[in-house]
């Protein structure tokens, strides 16, 4: 136990030094910021609260940044310890892989952590300042905090198992930018290319709205629209989202991390310094 | 129970064999010099020692556990050949997570700290040290904990004299605490001094393994004298000496262990002519080199 901690305040204070996680908060709370603002002007008018438009403009956001972040943090952690030299010393020590592993997750869930929630504290002040603690909604804030979590845990995971397969540190920033575009852009737009193909058929009852909750930036973006109407607006693949529901999203945000870590340490556990 | 055993180890990587059958063992509060060519093995070794790699045959015991186990890795220090550290991080932050890992207390790396001299340095970055402080805080990690094993892979690379003499000071201190020390190196001429035993690795295989003295009786190697007379002396000495003239004043002879004392004695027999006498055995390098060239001549 001392040593998984021992290893995350190594990471942190290595983290708090780091340029690019600085540049990830400062990106993050300012997005939210101009998002939050630009997000209330027309309220009314859609019907909506301003709580919920500022949601749905942060989870469209997310998507993109949270699993950014993830990876910006971890497709190094292990190959550039491998590359620098200090994987070989560190393994030496009386420390099992896992503990290594969980120790870097731990940091780098906090950095996280840290960068989501300065970002929505930023929003929910704006709220305030312009509509009074009546106008926050903690239940989809909450949601919304916690599942982007979730989503930062799993590309954080598939960081270390790029990290570890790829052992030179600028082919897994490579590989770990393909899974990004992959993940949050491309995997749509396939979905939404055999849906416009299938027309209708068996592909868009029955594959599709597992195929879309599998991925777990989709089902964080069908767990957090909370009005479908908004919902529509944001994301033309809103519509699966009744048939799997909120258990599937939910199902899917929670086993991904998990998966993503196991990855990690079967591939860490390979790593042969 | 010696501290590290290593019995009949080989390693292949594919149809190479890296490490040939391959016996050694180091005793508690003993030094071992591991010497060998870039590829020798030495590396390769160490590496399966410390369970950073399987080994194809053979059993490796460190302390009478498994190399890699727990038990194990409590007891060994380890300083990696030109080891490296995260920039950003102070020396001081380094070390005391050594600590922490080690489960050792954090006053012990901050006086560690002072005796590697780096007491003043320690809450700078790392990023701004020399290669020879880097080597520092290597070594201080290793003896973090007195280890009952320590390796150290090449740990004098890039030192300057003053810093490896103070560094084969830590070493012997570190023996003198009963710790078995195993270690590599290319720079032979400080290991004369500084180690009980040398293991010399040839293409794999271990050639050699005796205290130096030991070694030079096996070799047999020439002894060098240099016998310095004057100007116009030096003849007659040449000519009841034999040897080569090296220059106006002084000449080189060779002998075998065997004769060192007969051919002191005709020297000292000379009397006043002789002004001075250098009596030089066969150096570290001599013996490596004959050590590796008998095993390639075999092999």
Sequence with gaps: MTSIFSIARLELLIARRNLWVATAILLMAM????????????????G?????????????????????????????????????????????????????????????????GVAIAIGLALTTAIIVSRHGTGA?????????????????ATFLGLGYTISSLVRQTGAASGVAIALWLIAVV????????????????????????????????DAFRLLNMPDQSVNMLASGLGAASSVTGFFGQLTSLLLWPIAALLFALLAFRKVEP | MPALKIEHVIKRHGALET??????????????????????????????VLGLMPITA??????????????????????????????????????????????????EADNLLERVGLADAADRRIRTYSKGM?????????????????????????????????????????????????????????????????AILSKGQLVANDSLQKLRDLASLPIKFKVTASNDTIESVNQQLGGERVNCQSLEL??????KIGVLSAITALGPVVKDVDVTPASLEELYRYFSRVEEKSS
């Design chain 1, 31 to 46: 997005f939210n910021v101009v998002l939050t603002v630009a997000g209330n002007a027309p309220t009314g008018e859609l």
């Design chain 1, 48 to 112: 909506a609260s301003p709580m919920t438009i500022a949601i749905t403009s942060i989870t469209t956001l997310s998507v993109y940044l949270v699993p950014l972040i993830g990876l910006l943090l971890s497709f190094d952690a292990i190959s550039g310890e491998a590359e620098r030299g200090t994987l070989t010393l560190e393994l030496s020590y009386p420390l099992s892989r896992a503990e290594i592993l969980l120790g870097k997750f731990i940091a780098h869930m906090v950095v996280l």
């Design chain 1, 136 to 152: 926050v909604e903690w239940g989809p804030l909450a949601a919304l905090y916690f599942t982007s979590l979730a989503l930062g």
């Design chain 1, 186 to 217: 491309l995997y749509d737009l396939g979905l939404l290319g055999a849906l416009v193909t299938d027309a209708g058929g068996t592909f868009s009852k029955t594959i599709f709205p597992y195929a879309l909750v599998a991925n777990p930036a």
């Design chain 2, 19 to 48: 490490v040939s059958d391959v016996s050694l063992s180091v005793e508690a509060g003993e030094r071992v010099a591991l010497l060998g060519h870039n590829g020798a093995g030495k590396t390769t070794i160490i590496k399966m």
């Design chain 2, 58 to 107: 053979g059993a490796i015991q460190v302390l009478g556990h498994q190399p890699g186990s727990a038990a194990a890795r409590k007891q060994t220090g380890y300083l990696p050949e030109s080891v490296a550290f995260h920039g950003s991080l102070t020396g001081r932050e380094q070390l005391h997570h050594f600590a922490r890992l080690k489960s050792t207390s954090l006053k």
């Design chain 2, 134 to 198: 880097r080597q520092r805080i290597g070594l201080a990690q290793v003896v973090l904990g007195q280890p009952k094993l320590a390796i150290l892979d090449e740990p004098t690379s890039g030192l300057d004299p003053v810093s490896r003499h103070e560094f084969y000071d830590i070493v012997e201190e570190l023996a003198h605490n009963g710790s078995a020390v195993m270690l590599s190196s290319h720079a032979l001429t400080e290991l004369e001094l500084r180690t009980d035993r040398i």
């Design chain 2, 254 to 259: 060779m002998c075998t262990p065997a004769e």
